[in-house]
Nanobody, 126 residues
Framework: QVQLVESGGGLVQTGASLRLSCAASGGTFSIYGVGWFRQAPGKEREFVAAIRKNGFGTIYEESVKGQFTISRDDAKNTVDLQMDGLKPEDTAIYYC???????????????????WGQGTQVTVSS
C-alpha cells in the first residue's frame, strides 16, 4: 500500500513559479511510475505529466511542455513538478498518482493509477 502526500501549492501571480512535491511511503517507490494531474473547478481531471520508474522517460501534456518539468528522487521517495511561467489557466487542484510501471502502462490515463494523493491547490492570479 502506497501513500502519497502532495505539497507546495499556493497562491501566486501570473509568471511566478511553484514547485510541487509528491512524497511517497509504504512501498518500493522505484518500481512505480508517477503522474501529476489537475482538476479545475467545473472541469474534468486532466493529465499534466508523468515519469516512468527509474526515470526511464517523462511524458507531458502538450500544453505544459517547456513550462513544467517533472523529476524524481528515489532515494527520497519524491516526485517533483517544477512549474514556471504560471498562468491563470493553470489554477487547479494538483494531484499526484502512482502505479507500478510494467513497461506498457499508459501513464496519461487517470484510470490506470491505483494510488492517489489528496491534492494541493494552485491558484494563479492575473
Amino acid at each position: 500500500q502506497v501513500q502519497l502526500v502532495e505539497s507546495g501549492g499556493g497562491l501566486v501571480q501570473t509568471g511566478a513559479s511553484l514547485r510541487l512535491s509528491c512524497a511517497a511511503s509504504g512501498g518500493t517507490f522505484s518500481i512505480y511510475g508517477v503522474g501529476w494531474f489537475r482538476q479545475a473547478p467545473g472541469k474534468e481531471r486532466e493529465f499534466v505529466a508523468a515519469i516512468r520508474k527509474n526515470g526511464f522517460g517523462t511524458i507531458y501534456e502538450e500544453s505544459v511542455k517547456g513550462q513544467f518539468t517533472i523529476s524524481r528522487d528515489d532515494a527520497k521517495n519524491t516526485v517533483d513538478l517544477q512549474m514556471d511561467g504560471l498562468k491563470p489557466e493553470d489554477t487547479a487542484i494538483y494531484y499526484c498518482a502512482a502505479e507500478r510501471d510494467v513497461g506498457f502502462t499508459n501513464f496519461r490515463s487517470a484510470y490506470v493509477y491505483t494510488y492517489w494523493g489528496q491534492g494541493t491547490q494552485v491558484t494563479v492570479s492575473s
